[in-house]
């Protein structure tokens, strides 16, 4: 069961969520799109339950659901390719038999998997982006070794056309679905290291060469006309943000934005979340007073002003009262020089009298 916010515009994540009264309870039970399913199961005699129905209904239309086979004393056993995940609550012991395969009658079964690909990004069995991460690192890294010779590594190619090659393909591939992470400071340093190692193959750089000329990785970035994997994963991460602040609360995206579960959480530092982790992304991008009156999602709704923040431009409107008090104040310094409580001076005659 989960809870979303009515009216969200005073709602923010990852302040005291557990505090937040007047929501409206909704149930997410399935993830639908295309020819792909994801079914959710609170247990495993439910999860039992509702793949024995989905099977029965697929066999009326003509239609099978890919199971496996139990192993006999003539034949292996054979996984299916309809597989099931069992994420652990935060702190919950895993139980033998959780993950033994789910019996559908007639010797046919569903096996169970420790990470699944759905719709181009990876589901672990903890509930993190650590396998998503370290596999989209992984693939990224193949596909620019394999253009370095050619591309990235080649003198007679500019920089320019190196950057969009490397902007359209390596990173296309690197933050595919970087828009939901909730990244924490080691899967950032991970992130780091990947994007300096392009960076310097693509000026020609060894590592050697930039520690003994102390070239910092902010200078071989401003030569590429680079920003920092920070700045372009909080710059996507917000964009999207604000797509959805933007959407009907009826729309299920809107709802799990600003959903949470009504449990008493165990006690210790949680894991962090991505409501956190877009707070952060916020706060560098000067909307510290907005978070703090709960009015930043006010500020998402006009999309010409979320585009100053996802630019890092973004001004809020006391900072551009003062800053057009002071340039006022600037325009009449040269006529009245005793506003500041600088003393009046008489003018001097050429003779110097």
Known sequence: MLYSKRGTAEMSWGLNLMRIKGGTAFELWNSLFADDA??????????????RLVDSHFKRFGMRMHVGT?????????????????IRGTGNPQIAGDTDP?????????????????????????ASDVTEIT??????????????????????????????????????????????WTVTAELMRKLEVFYANCIRTMCGVTRRQQWKKRISNETLRQKLKLSSID????????????????MDQSRLPKKLL??????VRRVGRPFKTFGQGLIDK??????????????????AKDREVWKTVVNNTYVSRAVAGTRARVARINIQLPTTPH???????????????
């Open 38 to 51: 994801a079914l959710i199961a609170l247990s495993r005699e439910d999860l039992g339950k509702c793949l």
């Open 70 to 86: 139990r192993a006999t004393a003539n034949k292996p056993a054979k996984n299916s390719k309809t597989l099931c995940l069992f």
């Open 102 to 126: 789910i019996d559908l009658g007639g010797g046919a079964e569903v096996t169970y998997c420790e990470n699944f690909k759905y719709l181009g990004g990876t589901l672990d069995a903890k």
């Open 135 to 180: 596999k989209r690192i992984r693939s990224a890294s193949s596909i620019f070794g394999m253009m370095t010779k050619r591309i990235f590594g080649n003198k007679q190619i500019s920089s320019t056309g190196k950057v969009v090659q490397f902007n359209s393909i390596v990173l296309g591939i690197l933050l595919y679905g970087c828009e939901t």
């Open 231 to 246: 700045y372009i994963i909080g710059s996507r991460c917000i964009r999207w943000v604000g797509h959805v602040i933007r």
């Open 258 to 263: 600003n959903a949470w579960v009504p449990v």
């Open 282 to 299: 916020l706060k560098t991008r000067g909307l510290v007073k907005e978070i703090q009156q709960k009015k930043w999602q006010v500020v």
């Open 339 to 353: 506003l500041l409580g600088s003393p009046r001076l008489s003018p001097i005659s050429d003779d110097g009298e």
